[in-house]
């Protein structure tokens, strides 16, 4: 596969998207009869009749998970095409992860850097002053979610098949979502971005995990959530239970632990023994 950290579009590039791609293709609206957004069964089934093969973002979380289950319903399994964005490709716990839900679903999940990798790496995030110039001598690019959209429809040779891209988001997760949701409904057409348990609560993602049997990952334990981020909520319970994860990190960003040490929980980085 083509390595999207070479692959990505230079920065400045702007790296415009071709039209026919990622650009709107049909002049319907998943809206029902009553004028509202359609329910996620109807949604799911209207994407289904404009692509045969869906990307899903899979980020090993709970609602990602609930997904993958939702696709399947509409979808062959080896249509669907989920990918992991890390913050790191060397932490275990997420790697072992990943590993199961490939057995559990038994379909490959690419794995690729998340832009906030570059984001993190060319704002100095976590980084002592003398990484910088090497950082910022590397021009590190600037891309966004559709560039990893084009790039791994093209990657997977599905270009000709215009897949859809679905994520986990729920309009119960939040008031603030719920209002998203309610205004510009459960896609983003522009991107070909949909929401198949747009309309599920809390209860029927537990429902999906039970009756599959599907199991959760570690990151529950850790967090109460998925891990997707660098702050002490990450990072001090990755320190304590997987000494060796969070090596991996501090070799991505030497200045990790600076925020446990802000709250007085360690000592500073450059002291720990």
């Known amino acids: 596969m083509t390595d999207l950290w070479d692959a990505v579009p230079e920065a400045g590039s702007g790296h415009d998207l071709e039209p026919g791609w990622l650009g709107w293709v049909s002049d319907e609206r998943p809206i029902g009869p009553d004028g509202t957004w359609l329910p996620s069964a109807g949604l799911c089934e209207w994407v289904r009749e404009e692509t045969d093969h869906v990307l899903l973002g899979f980020s090993a ?96 040779g599905l270009e000709e098949e215009m897949p859809w891209v679905a994520h986990g988001v729920r309009a119960a997760d939040s008031p603030m979502r719920r209002m998203l949701l309610n205004k510009h409904g459960p896609w983003r057409p522009n991107e070909r971005v949909f929401y198949p348990i747009h309309d599920y609560y809390v209860a029927d ?65 450059d002291e720990r023994s």
Not at 77 to 88: D, K, Q
Not at 231 to 245: A, G, L, S, V, Y
Request: glycine share 6%; hydrophobic share 35%; no cysteine.
């Open 61 to 156: 979380g709970k609602d990602s998970i609930a997904t993958w289950h939702r696709l399947l319903e509409y979808w062959p399994a080896e249509n669907i095409h989920p990918y992991h964005l890390y913050l790191s490709p060397h932490i275990g716990f997420v790697n072992r992860s990943l590993d199961y839900y490939e057995r559990e679903f038994n379909r490959p999940i690419v794995r690729l850097p998340n832009r906030s990798v570059f984001r993190f790496l060319n704002d100095g995030v976590f980084q002592p002053p003398s990484n910088l110039p090497v950082i910022w001598g590397a021009n590190f690019p600037d891309f966004s979610y559709p560039d990893i959209y084009e790039l791994l429809t093209e990657d997977l």
């Open 205 to 269: 993602v537990r429902r999906v995990l039970t009756e599959t049997g599907t199991k959760l990952p570690v990151d529950y334990r850790l967090f109460g959530r998925s891990f997707d981020g660098l702050d002490h909520r990450f990072t001090k319970p990755i320190h304590d239970t997987f000494p060796e994860d969070y090596r991996a990190l501090e070799a991505l960003y030497p200045l990790v632990g600076l925020d446990s040490w802000r709250r007085g929980e360690s000592e500073p980085p």
